[in-house]
């Protein structure tokens, strides 16, 4: 998920050949009913647009649109490690 438009998502997926589907929430809507925005966390230099950062939460949906795992961190400057990623991705097998 992302606030970037659903046309960026999109052409970020086909640029890395990805075989998935990334949802686009622009408003930040989802994200805040997720509890996923940081607010206030941009530096202060940060000018003409939000200072709210959202925490890059991982989350595994499947085919169903059930969600099977999350990775939520404390920090915007988290990330799920790719292994750890890799490995839940196995579970789901």
Not at 30 to 37: E, F, I, K, N, S
Not at 41 to 61: C, H, N, Q
Not at 76 to 89: C, D, F, H, N, Q
């Given at each position: ?53 959202f925490l ?12 099977r ?25």
């Amino acid at each position: 998920m992302s606030v970037d438009p659903p046309e960026a998502s999109d052409a970020l997926r086909r640029r890395l050949d990805l075989p998935m589907t990334f949802l686009s929430d622009p408003e930040g809507t989802l994200m805040d009913a997720l509890g996923v925005r940081h607010r206030n966390a941009a530096p202060p230099f940060v000018e003409g647009r939000s200072r709210d950062l959202f925490l890059p939460t991982t989350f595994l949906v499947d085919e169903s649109r059930t969600i099977r795992w999350v990775y939520r961190p404390d920090t915007y400057r988290t990330r799920a490690p790719a292994s750890e990623v890799l490995a839940e991705i196995e579970k789901l097998d």
